[in-house]
Nanobody
Framework: QVQLVQSGGGLVQPGGSLRLSCTASGSIGSITVMEWYRQAPGKEREWLAIITSKMNTNYLESVKGRFTISRDNAKNMVYLEMNSLRPEDTAVYYC?????????WGQGTQVTVSS
């Protein structure tokens, strides 16, 4: 019954910015970490960013300094702010939450970087 719902994808020009968001459709219990992944056509899904319950973060090297992950526990939301976007950032982006009994994935949202 519980699903992660994503929003914020779309088409953007190189150098532009987008903000992705992700929230749960129902009660999911205590969430330890929230993560973002992406998958480009013909490629494997790759990990992008993580944020812990204590707000510690880590990033894939290629997006460090350009992408920022954040979470709002009161609103039960996680965000990915993407700046200085490049064509190679084009992919389907997924959120992932780690719960007490299972991992939860969003449905994915397309981000296309093209002029």
């Amino acid at each position: 019954q519980v699903q992660l719902v994503q929003s914020g994808g779309g088409l953007v020009q190189p150098g532009g910015s987008l903000r992705l968001s992700c929230t749960a459709s129902g009660s999911i219990g205590s969430i330890t970490v929230m993560e973002w992944y992406r998958q480009a056509p013909g490629k494997e899904r790759e990990w992008l960013a993580i944020i812990t319950s204590k707000m510690n973060t880590n990033y894939l090297e290629s997006v460090k300094g350009r992408f920022t992950i954040s979470r709002d526990n009161a609103k039960n939301m996680v965000y990915l702010e993407m700046n200085s976007l490049r064509p190679e950032d084009t992919a389907v982006y997924y959120c992932r939450w780690q719960g007490p009994n299972a991992d939860y994935w969003g449905q994915g949202t397309q981000v296309t970087v093209s002029s």
